[in-house]
């Protein structure tokens, strides 16, 4: 679905998150031939402007058709947080008043980019505090598109081929499960991998999902990015407390759509997340069921330490404890680094991720006036 403006009277289609078909088809009804689609992509996603006016390769004329049928949308930041590591998250706010999350993680060789496919979340799982918000709407694929570019413009990296830009990579690892999103996320990442525009290539772009293992397939076919899977338990007994959604998708049904994943291979592993939680998966047991899981599947385990929340029940496992865990996958030949956490001081890290959005009927959010800050931010 095509976001609309609305200004001065005038309904606007706003060209962000469109595909290049779509932005084709778009231009073709002011009857402009398609060279024009590769022209205004190149503005819009390699030099990140805003302002038809600013698009100079443009005849003048040209520029002003443009603005009185289309816009160029930014979303609004409600809230900027700068942690003592470098990490920063912003809160964005959308066109209907709700709210969701990214975060941008800066490491030696990369800077990470974690983004929301969702507004809430509808899996629950319990050690995480996104899951404690319900579910309020899928994002657009504008809207995810739209947290990337908020992102680059925050940190000033137009042209997106910038000379040391800061976001090299793009994990769906934010708010929201991306495969109960699938249309939306696929279209964004499209926008997102083009190399003519912000130019992320699909090998540095990682999807994480809970397990939805009928869109797993259809996901590597479709977008061709890596895959990570929020495993953090090797028994389904465990799971099924720690991810509600490993009941209708158990641990064997997972494991062999991993295996299936369409282009997996030694060159491309497939990530298993592991949070590391205090006597309940974290024993030397737990470690080797773990390397007999994923035996055959080439694969990496992100070991997670518990990142804790306001009101969570688990604690995080000691650092002796991880460390063990640890060798006994290294032992068996799988990379097994252990995940800094990164923006704790502003509850950035991950499993903190939470917004204020509640699902209301259109009327009543419609009629909310602009709402300050929260004293009680939780992320």
Known sequence: MMAEIHTSGAVLTDLIGLTRDELTTELSALGLPTFRTGQIWHWLYHRGETDFAEMTTLAKPLRGQLAERFTVGRLETAREQRSVDGTIKWLFRFADGNEAETVYIPEEDRGTLCVSSQIGCTLTCSFCHTGTQRLVRNLTSGEIVGQVMAALDAMESWPSNKEGRPITNIVLMGMG??????????????????????????????????????????????TGVN???????????????????????????LLQACRDYPGVHNARRITFEYVMLKDLNDSITDAR?????????????????????????????????????????????YPSPVRRPRGSDILAACGQLKSESQRLRKRDREALPPRPWPSRWNR
């Open 177 to 222: 499960e991306p495969l109960y999103n699938l249309d939306n996320v696929a279209k964004a990442l499209k926008v997102i991998s083009d190399n003519e525009g912000i130019s992320i290539s699909k090998r540095r772009i990682t999807l994480s999902t809970s397990g939805v293992v009928p869109e797993m397939h259809r996901c590597g076919a479709e």
């Open 227 to 253: 895959l990570a899977i929020s495993l953090h338990a090797v028994t389904d007994a465990v799971r099924d407390i720690l991810v509600p959604i490993n009941k209708k998708y158990p641990l064997a049904d």
């Open 289 to 333: 069921a773990l390397v007999r899981l994923i035996k055959g599947i080439p694969a990496k385990i992100n070991l997670i330490p518990f990142n804790p929340w306001p009101g969570s029940p688990y604690e995080c496992s000691d650092p002796a404890t991880i460390e063990a865990f640890a060798g006994v996958i290294m032992a068996a030949g």
